[in-house]
C-alpha cells in the first residue's frame, strides 16, 4: 500500500514511525544542488521561470483531451475567471473547478496542464483550471473574487451541458482556495457542491502547536520549508491581520457543517501534513463526510512531480475511487 489512510487524529512525526523516503523523493531532493538558494530568495520574475520550470521538467505530460478551450467566467466583485478547459473523452460526469499551487504567488496554467490533464481522467469531470491572478501584483482578496468567478461560470455551464455535479479541487495554496470557496458556498443558494478534493493544503497560517509537522519537518530539508509559507503570505497579504480570515486560513472557519464531502490527500514528510488531518477531524466532527489519505513515504507537491515519484499515480488513482 502506498498510502494510509488515517481515522484519528495524527501524532506529531516525532512519536510516530514514519516510513523512509521513497527512492524517487530522496533522488528529487538529492537533485537539487546543496548551494542553490531558496525559490523565495531569488527575484519573482526567476522563482516563478524556475517554477514553471521545473514542473515542465519533472510532470510527465497528462493524457489527450476530447477538447481543450480558453475560457472566461462572468464578472463577480470586478474580476473575471481566466479559464482553461479540459474535456475527458467519454462521458463527463459534472463540472470540477481546480486552483493551481505556488502559494498564490507563483504557477500557471501552463505549468499544471498534465496534471489537469490528469484530474479530468480520475475524476471524469471537466476541469476548470483557473488562472487566478498572483500575489504580490494582486492581493487577497483578488484570486478568491476570481474563483467566484469560476464558480458562476461552472453553474451556467453545467446548465448548458445538462449535468449536475460541481466540484472543487486544489493543489497546496490552490487547496487553500477550494476550502475557502467551499466554506463561501454554503451561503450560496444557486451552488451545491458535490466533491472537495484538496491536494496537501496550506489550511492555516499561523502555527498552532498541534500541528507538529511544521516544526519537525519545516525547517527546508523536505522541499517546503515554514519560512515559504510565511513568504507566500507576506506577498498575497496587505495586513498580517488578514491572516485569521477562513479564506485565507480555512482551520479558523467558525464551523464546517454543511460541506460537500471531502477527500484530503496529504504527504509524510510534509510541513502541511497535519493541518490537512485536522480539517479532516474538524469536518467529521461535524457529521461531514471526509477522507484523509497520506502518501507517508514523499513530498510536498508530488502529485505534480509524476515523472520523479510514482506515488504522483497512486494518486490519482485514488481520486479515481473517491469520485466513482
Request: proline share 9%; glycine share 10%.
Amino acid at each position: 500500500m502506498w498510502f494510509r489512510p488515517y481515522t484519528t487524529r495524527p501524532v506529531p512525526l516525532a512519536r510516530a514511525r514514519p516510513r523512509p523516503l521513497s527512492k524517487g523523493a530522496q533522488a528529487f531532493l538529492d537533485a537539487t544542488p546543496p548551494d542553490a538558494p531558496p525559490i523565495r530568495d531569488l527575484p519573482l520574475d526567476e522563482a516563478r521561470a524556475a517554477i514553471s520550470g521545473l514542473m515542465t521538467e519533472v510532470d510527465q505530460p497528462g493524457p489527450r483531451m476530447k477538447s481543450v478551450e480558453p475560457a472566461t467566467g462572468p464578472v463577480v466583485e470586478g474580476q473575471v475567471a481566466d479559464l482553461r478547459v479540459y474535456e475527458p473523452r467519454g462521458r463527463a460526469r459534472g463540472v470540477l473547478v481546480f486552483f493551481h499551487g505556488g502559494g498564490c504567488v507563483l504557477g500557471n496554467l501552463d505549468a499544471y496542464d498534465g496534471f489537469a490533464r490528469r484530474l479530468a481522467v480520475a475524476t471524469r469531470h471537466v476541469v476548470a483550471s483557473v488562472g487566478y491572478p498572483l500575489s504580490p501584483e494582486n492581493k487577497y482578496p483578488t484570486a478568491i473574487h476570481a474563483g467566484l468567478s469560476a464558480l458562476a461560470w461552472a453553474g451556467n455551464e453545467l446548465a448548458r451541458r445538462g449535468l449536475s455535479s460541481l466540484a472543487l479541487a486544489g493543489d497546496s495554496a490552490g487547496g487553500t482556495m477550494a476550502a475557502a470557496l467551499a466554506l463561501r458556498a454554503r451561503d450560496i443558494p444557486q451552488v451545491t457542491l458535490s466533491h472537495l478534493a484538496l491536494f496537501y493544503p496550506v489550511m492555516l497560517v499561523p502555527d498552532l502547536p498541534e500541528h507538529g509537522s511544521r516544526q519537525t519537518l519545516g525547517d527546508g530539508r523536505y522541499f517546503l520549508a515554514r519560512e515559504d509559507v510565511a513568504w507566500s503570505a507576506g506577498n498575497y497579504l496587505d495586513d498580517p491581520e488578514l491572516a485569521r480570515l477562513p479564506d485565507v486560513s480555512p482551520l479558523l472557519a467558525d464551523g464546517f457543517a454543511g460541506l460537500p464531502p471531502v477527500t484530503v490527500i496529504t504527504a509524510g514528510y510534509d510541513p502541511l501534513r497535519d493541518e490537512g488531518a485536522d480539517f479532516v477531524c474538524r469536518v467529521r466532527r461535524a457529521g461531514g463526510r471526509a477522507g484523509l489519505y497520506c502518501f507517508e513515504n514523499t513530498l510536498h507537491g508530488f502529485m505534480g512531480l509524476s515523472h520523479a515519484m510514482p506515488e504522483s499515480a497512486q494518486a490519482f488513482k485514488l481520486l479515481r475511487r473517491r469520485f466513482s
